[in-house]
């Protein structure tokens, strides 16, 4: 069954250095989400993107984060500059189209950020 | 104002019982959806529900939504002590990008 991959699964980084979260969706997915979820809280959105550009960002989602599709199946999250409270799980997610079943979002198993 | 709230925050059950966590929600919806995670794992989708459905079942799985009370339930009958996971109710916020508003999730625990 095709499946969302992550890389790396852990990362540790130093404050202030720059981290890049790799994820391969489902090759016939066209819309693409990355989400965190901080140590015993919610999973929170970050941004979704759709034919090769932003489509929604949240708050968090500042001028230190930046994703790309670089070529037809990898799409990444770039944190610039980590701080301690970047500390998270970040998920990578797909899904087909728009609308009813098809909404059905497919998530990686993460990547764990810890930031010393 | 928080949207996706489930209910209990935990729940502890002897195997074979059925484990029910309901959610709320605020705006309106196109779908609700509920994923499990395994501890420090991934999110498994379950089941999705539209805004024009009152019940749905998938195995022992059986979700209800009103949307007059912005309220969904999630149903496990006869639970399995693999069972144990946290369950997320995940809202589409009814907008075009179909992000998903994750509740704060009820941790379940099934005693063998």
């Known amino acids: 069954e095709p499946e969302v991959t992550q890389t790396p699964s852990h990362q540790v980084t130093q404050m202030g250095q720059e981290v890049i979260l790799r994820c391969v969706p489902i090759s016939n997915h066209l819309y693409f989400y990355w989400y965190r979820q901080i140590l015993g809280q919610k999973v929170e959105f970050l941004v979704s993107?759709?034919?090769?550009?932003?489509?929604?960002k949240s708050e968090i989602f500042d001028d230190q984060f930046s994703v790309e599709r670089p070529d037809g199946s990898n799409f990444t999250l770039k944190i610039r500059s980590t701080k301690l409270e970047d500390s998270a799980m970040y998920f990578c997610?797909?899904?087909?189209?728009?609308?009813?079943?098809?909404?059905?979002?497919?998530f990686g198993a993460g990547t764990r950020l810890s930031v010393l | 104002s928080q949207q996706g709230e489930e209910d209990p925050q935990a729940l502890s059950i002897q195997e074979g019982e059925n484990a029910t966590m309901n959610c709320s929600y605020k705006?309106?919806?196109?779908?609700l959806q509920w994923y499990r995670q395994n501890s420090g794992r991934g999110l498994v989708h379950l089941i999705l529900i539209r805004s024009n459905e009152r019940e749905k079942h998938s195995g022992r799985l059986r979700v209800t939504l009103d949307t007059s009370k912005k309220s969904s339930s999630l149903l496990i009958t006869a639970s399995r002590a693999a069972d144990t996971a946290s369950y997320f109710c995940?809202?589409?916020?009814?907008?075009?990008?179909?992000?998903?508003?994750f509740g704060s999730g009820t941790r379940l625990l099934v005693r063998p």
């Open positions: 993107f759709y034919n090769n550009e932003i489509s929604e």
């Open positions: 995940a809202t589409d916020g009814g907008d075009s990008s179909y992000k998903l508003i």
């Open positions: 705006t309106s919806i196109n779908n």
């Open positions: 997610a797909s899904r087909t189209s728009s609308g009813g079943p098809k909404n059905i979002q497919y």
